[in-house]
């Protein structure tokens, strides 16, 4: 490296030499003879030094703005530097606890590409400012300048150039720290805190091979924009988590967003005013985020909207502007399904690339067919009461065991009756300091038999009262059936209105 920086300084000083001569005797000759001059100095310039130098400044000339490109090369060199560079520079990324190392200043490292070795410097310029001080403040310019043969200028300016870009992009993304936006400010816009949320799927209890099928399908989906981009299909997917409450929908989400490292923007659709400022919403997600919608079938009454539009189409409402206000006068915010739709599938949502969007329901029935079918929401995941296998997760999670004398019991006591993970996890977290596995396991059990108790005592009053409704209807009929028959008259009336069916 230090033999590369001689050489370069040892020509450096022969190309200064040579351009001092041309100089010189540039003013003493005739103007024909100038052009000539100048073609075979650049010749001589090119013959003497065969590399190529490309220079990349921090700021554009009215230092505004950060050039994205100098962003992107100094992570990328972040990676390389830290195991070749000498002198190296660390910086935190805010609210993460990660320590990122990128080249210290004037510093220069080597890497090779498809075997073409490149040359990259960061480069400082300290310059005084003009304007007097008695503490001189200085001008800081920073570029990174990238060196090499020019025999390769197709490989680095066809391939590398969008390597180095490309990969820094992605080691930016991987070292930012994630964020929640909501949008509950109400004026079309998301404001957001630090994202910081520990469940992963590992610790997330369900049926092992259902998370192991999701896994796999959200690691294909990340890796898959080539493949979305070949079939012509947006590069997004839709998720609708449903289940009884508390059990995991929200972790779920929680553990998406980890897996994948993406933001999560939470969608409050109520606090949306129109179908306009939802695409607003829309325009302002970046790439690389899961959409959340919690508890769909409660956020707007979409299904109500629906059926209330259905049934004015019955009564042929003729007049389409007093139709459209009667469908947005059912809730306060005025987005409607289609609305919606739009927002999941429409032109826009394909723009910024690679998302999620998730709906979270416990009530899938309710909500309308043509806002989950597939190709909108693609993947349909049912999460459930606690089985056996979940509640081995929890445990672990919870006491650290792994097998334990009372998991038979509790196996059994799972098998016949609903308890949501919540609740299991509840009772196995102890209650105080005093409170070991043992004790946490028999509280466990106790509420297990106590659910399966009222389980059943809830059974038998249903039973109860289905009972009585159909004694009660049995006796209506037959009290029917005595009026019927009472007099002839009548009699013949009702056997004609059975045999007629009216
Ligand atoms: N499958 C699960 N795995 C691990 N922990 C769970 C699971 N389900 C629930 N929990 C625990 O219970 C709490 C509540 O779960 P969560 O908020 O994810 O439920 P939910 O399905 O979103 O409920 P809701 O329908 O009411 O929104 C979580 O904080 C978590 O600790
Ligand atoms: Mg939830």
Redesign the pocket.
């Known amino acids: 490296m230090k033999m590369m920086g001689e050489m370069f300084a040892q020509l450096g000083s022969l190309i200064a030499t040579v351009m001092f001569v041309y100089t010189i005797c540039k003013q003493y000759l005739p103007y024909n003879l100038q052009g000539l001059v100048v073609r075979y100095s650049h010749k001589l310039f090119g013959f003497l030094y065969p590399y190529i130098q490309i220079t990349f400044d921090e700021y554009a000339d009215d230092f505004r703005k950060r050039s994205e490109v100098y962003s992107a090369i100094q992570s990328y060199l972040s990676t390389k530097s830290s195991t070749t560079a000498k002198r190296l520079k660390a910086h935190d990324v805010k609210g993460s606890s990660t320590l990122v190392l990128g080249m210290a200043d004037n510093e220069e490292v080597t890497e090779e590409f498809r075997g073409i070795k490149i040359w990259w410097a960061s480069m400082k310029d300290s310059s005084k400012k003009n304007s007097f001080s008695f503490y001189p403040e200085y001008d800081e310019k920073r570029h990174f300048k990238l060196t090499f043969h020019r025999q390769h200028r197709d490989v680095i300016m066809g391939c590398y150039l969008d390597h180095v870009r490309k990969e820094g992009k992605e080691i930016a993304m991987r070292n930012r720290q994630r964020k929640l936006y909501i949008n509950n400010s109400g004026k079309g816009k998301w404001s957001h805190v630090m994202f910081e949320h520990p469940a992963t799927f590992e ?4 049926d092992p091979n259902k998370k192991e099928e999701i896994v796999n399908d959200l690691v294909k989906f990340s890796a898959g924009k080539e493949y979305y981009a070949k079939i012509g299909k947006a590069w997004k997917r839709g998720y609708l988590l449903y ?1 009884p ?7 779920m989400i929680a553990a998406m967003s980890n897996l994948m490292n993406y933001d999560v923007y939470d969608l409050e659709l109520t606090a949306v005013k129109d179908n306009t400022e939802l695409r607003k919403l829309l325009i302002d997600i970046t790439g690389k985020s899961i959409i959340v919608i ?1 508890d769909i079938d409660c956020s707007l009454d979409l299904t109500g909207q629906r059926k209330k539009k259905k049934e004015e189409e019955d009564k042929e409402v003729k007049d389409p502007i007093q139709k459209m206000s009667g469908e947005e006068e059912t809730t306060t915010s005025k987005v409607t399904l289609s609305g919606l739709l739009n927002f999941i599938d429409g032109i826009w949502s394909a723009c910024g690339g690679e998302r999620l969007i998730v709906f ?1 329901t ?1 009530y899938v029935d309710k909500l309308d067919p043509a806002l989950i079918r597939r190709g909108r929401m693609d993947k349909h995941v049912e ?1 459930s009461y606690c089985c056996y296998e ?1 509640f081995k997760v ?1 445990v672990r999670n919870y006491l650290d065991l792994e097998s334990h004398k009372l998991f038979g019991s509790i196996q059994r006591l799972l098998g016949e009756t609903n308890m ?3 609740d299991v ?1 509840e009772n196995l977290m102890p209650k105080s300091v005093f409170e070991d596995a043992d004790s946490c396991l028999k509280n466990l059990i106790e509420a297990l038999e106590a659910a399966k108790e009222e389980a059943r005592m809830k059974a038998e009053e249903e039973a109860k009262l289905k009972a009585e409704k159909e004694a009660k209807e049995k006796h209506e009929t037959a009290n029917e059936q005595v009026k019927c028959n009472g007099t002839s008259a009548e009699g013949r009336l009702c056997e004609e209105v059975k045999e007629n069916g009216v």
Request: glycine fraction near 14%.
């Open positions: 610790t997330l209890a369900m289940g409450p508390g059990t995991g929908k929200s972790t919690e979270t416990n999460l979940s929890l949501t993970p919540a996890a």
